[in-house]
């Protein structure tokens, strides 16, 4: 296809998409269907060695303000594409704290974290959140022998080089691993004549002009380099777009060609996360326009520029990025207490200035563990540049931690070629069906047949009780209602880790004939993974030495502690063993009689459970009332007295019940019977006895195709508890303290002004530098930024 045509067939496109609906009309519409979500993760620190815990907090952001609609979060650790853990997380308003295990086999290199909401699953996964963490494992990662190759792309400001229009062309330089590399080098036409020089400005990029004329094949050749870099091809037809600073906002120029109707400027859109923030019409057709966008007014953060013909059509498109600095909490560290002697007590304040509700998180590290000085990435950072841009950004603090020219200078060469590519105006105009993610915590969908029977449970009530099988007397019960096809649907529940789902017929009379069908896992949905992540895969000589000789002296102190462990313990009996394992508290005491029906299969043939325990129960009576009501007695007869024979009291997973409930349990669902004549956790001490009874946990099935109404579910994931020792009450363990976290503090609400909040920690037996970083959001959205090194 000639240009020509294809030109002719793109304006004819968007012709018919977009000329009875602005793109103004339908960015609104996007952006009230899909607003822009992002999530960012402070960790307690950023190198880590095999074996060890990860902890962070997640702080979720969505139009400039705390995120409260997303529940549920997730954070993956990566090895290249391969994804080595998975967890979720449940999310209250807005944060939500986690951890991540290092499994200790992994090898030395770095790793990467990825988190993302489940509103986020509907957005381009390239704005998921990203963080590389150097792992120092005890086998190191093989690392190819590096080479001089370097990967040179080039960006017209504006989109397109177009003939006669002088542009400005950014350009990145990176290695082979996609890390930045500084670069020399001129520019030549297809004579061969060299044109102008060219040098990379800060990591790797840089600009330059050109006036490109149509036909010509200009490109870049590298200083000591024979490869040969060429520019995009030159276009005959197009504007050219420029945007520079300006005290007010930014100063922008429009070039175009006189008579061009097709490419003529009509006006000029501004939008900052799916919303619009100016319009500009263009009235008058020059070969030149020009003026001011005025940004003082608006948020901080990346705002895409697009310029329009009169038909819809985007001719040009730049990102900007606006600073006023009204997301900054003021805030310091102050010291009280500094003492970097061994188990010492240490004590700072964290100062925020100004009338403060949110939270924060804290982290206390060795500083001589860390690679940088600095964080590469921040919470300040993240949320307002690198969550909008596509690809790795080297270093990304940086271009935010100055008011300085220079820094202002690289932001914004930046902004050209780290591509915005959220949306295109296209897919806007195609308006695809969003479906919302934003469910509350856990859905629950299925559908419930009779068992053995081509027929759904249709239009009955539905018992569901889940046990934990993590958590002692975590229980719960919902009763569901199927619908005429026999679907189910549960939402807003809050589980976590293992849990054992029974579904059961309330009445009692179809309990062993359900069969339950459960949807795709509405909480583990799988994602597709990243093409490829850009991280250096070396490490500063001085942290991996460090972190070398750390591993091998953790390793070499459990080697001696295994050592030292003699068993004394004696061996427990089974029935002793199922008892630990199902039992707390008073339920574990003296009982008339204990049944182990794990390792047996004789209460299979029994209807259920009641018929079981008459027949291997001497005493026991089971009646039926006229209500079908289970009653149960214990060594004694029911009379007409009228002081009445007391019922046994009835437990089911350590939590009352009445007996028509088990009774819908299938004997082979049952772990274990207890059964007391007295018993001291029930009122009066239950004088007519007590029976505990125990359903199984999923390890002790060994067949599960027995149960079709049980079903197993891996609920939210449980954060592992930061441990930090208090030397004031004892100094044992000092001596073989080597913590390079020292302190983590997850969650900090702070609902106060000015206020001053005092961290006490404890130093371990080595370090003498602490690095201290305080990350936060407040419910207004501004953010909180400190860190500082204490020597």
């Keep these: 296809m000639t240009f020509k045509s294809f030109l002719f ?23 009230e269907k899909q607003p822009i979500q992002k999530i960012y993760l402070h960790t307690d620190r950023e190198n880590y060695m095999a074996g ?15 995120d409260t609609k997303n529940t549920t979060m997730y954070v993956e650790l990566l090895n290249g594409t391969q994804v080595i853990n998975k967890y979720a997380f449940p999310v209250f308003f807005s944060s939500t704290t986690g951890s991540v295990s290092l499994p200790d086999t992994l090898t030395t290199g770095y790793y990467t974290l990825r988190s993302f909401s489940a509103g986020m699953m509907a957005q381009n996964n390239d704005y998921f959140f990203y963080q590389k963490i150097f792992v120092q494992g005890r086998t190191p990662k093989q690392i190819p022998a590096s080479n001089d190759t370097v990967q040179l792309a080039f960006f017209a400001e504006g989109g397109n080089l177009v003939n006669g229009l002088s542009s400005t062309i950014a350009f990145k330089a990176n290695d082979k691993n996609g890390m930045p590399i500084n670069i020399e080098g001129e520019l030549f036409d297809s004579k061969n004549t060299a044109i102008t020089t060219i040098a990379s400005q800060h990591n790797g990029m840089g600009t330059f002009e050109i006036e490109p004329t149509i036909g010509e094949k200009y490109y870049i050749k590298l200083k000591n380099k024979e490869n040969k870099y060429y520019l995009p091809e030159v276009l005959s037809k197009g504007i050219a777009l420029s945007i520079i600073a300006h005290p007010d906002g930014s100063f922008f120029e429009i070039l175009q060609k006189p008579n061009d109707t097709t490419f003529a400027a009509a006006y000029m859109v501004g939008q900052m996360q799916h919303h619009v923030v100016f319009k500009k019409e263009f009235l008058q057709k020059k070969e030149s326009l020009n003026g001011i966008i005025k940004t003082k007014n608006l948020p901080s953060g990346i705002m895409q520029i697009t310029v329009f013909n009169k038909n819809n059509m985007p001719l040009a498109e730049r990102l900007c990025f606006i600073n006023n600095n009204e997301y900054k909490v003021i805030a310091d560290i ?85 591509g915005w590519r959220r949306f295109t105006w296209a897919e806007i105009a195609n308006q695809p069906k969003i479906e919302s993610a934003n469910k509350a915590f856990i859905t629950l969908n299925g559908k419930a047949y009779l068992q053995g029977r081509n027929k759904t449970f249709a239009n009955k009530s539905l018992l569901l009780m889940i046990n934990s099988l993590t958590q002692k007397n975590k229980r719960s019960t919902h009763f569901l209602q199927t619908d005429k096809a026999g679907n189910f649907k549960l939402d807003s529940l809050y589980i976590t880790n293992k ?54 002296s953790t390793q070499k102190k459990i080697g001696a502690l295994l050592a030292e462990v003699k068993v004394l313990a004696k061996k427990k009996s089974i029935i002793e063993t199922i008892e630990e394992k199902y039992t707390s508290g008073v339920f574990g005491g003296e009982a008339a009689k204990i049944l182990d029906l794990i390792n047996t299969d004789d209460a299979t043939t029994y209807g259920n459970i009641f018929e079981y325990l008459q027949f291997k129960v001497p005493g026991l009576s089971v009646q039926i009332s006229e209500d079908m009501e289970y009653v149960l007695h214990y060594r004694q007869m029911p009379t007409a007295s009228s002081l009445g024979n007391p019922k046994m009291i009835i437990y089911l997973d350590e939590m009352e019940t009445d007996g028509s409930l088990i009774s819908n349990i299938p004997a082979h669902q049952i772990a274990l019977v207890k059964v007391y004549s007295s018993f001291v956790g029930a009122d009066g001490n239950a004088p007519g006895g007590a029976i505990s009874i125990y359903t199984k946990k999923a390890e002790d099935y060994t067949n599960f195709s027995l149960s079709a109404n049980l079903k197993m579910y891996n609920g939210y994931s449980v954060a592992k508890e930061f441990y930090a020792p208090n030397y004031s009450v004892t100094t044992n363990g000092l001596e073989n303290d080597n913590r390079v976290t020292l302190d983590w503090r997850p969650q900090i609400f702070v609902n106060n002004i000015n206020p001053q909040i005092p961290i006490s920690f404890f130093n371990n037996n080595r370090t003498k530098s602490f690095k201290i970083v305080v990350e936060g959001m407040t419910i207004t959205g501004k953010l909180i930024w400190i860190e500082k090194l204490l020597n």
Excluded: C
Aim: zero cysteines; proline letters at 2%.
């Design 499 to 552: 849990n054992r789902l029974l579904f059961m017929d309330p009445s009692g009379r179809n309990s062993r004939d359900i069969d339950i069908f459960l949807d795709a896992d509405t909480l583990f949905a799988g994602i597709a993974l990243p093409k490829n992540v850009f991280f250096n895969k070396n490490i500063t000589t001085t942290v991996s030495s460090k972190m070398e000789e750390e591993n091998y």
């Design 52 to 66: 060890q815990t990860a902890f962070f907090t997640a702080y979720l952001n969505s139009n400039f303000l705390p």
């Design 334 to 418: 102050k010291t009280d207490t500094l003492d970097f002697n061994a188990g010492a007590k240490n004590k700072i304040f964290i100062s925020l200035k100004d009338t403060i509700q949110g939270q924060i998180s804290v982290s206390v590290t060795d500083n001589d563990f860390n690679k940088n000085s600095t964080n590469e990435n921040n919470i300040i950072s993240s949320l307002l540049l690198t969550s909008d841009l596509r690809g790795y950004v080297h270093n990304a603090s940086w271009y935010l931690s100055s008011d300085e020219d220079s820094v202002k200078n690289a932001l914004d060469v930046l902004m050209m070629v780290n």
């Design 9 to 31: 067939a793109f304006v004819i496109l968007w012709s018919n998409l977009l000329h009875a609906q602005q793109p103004i009309v339908l960015l609104n519409q996007l952006g």
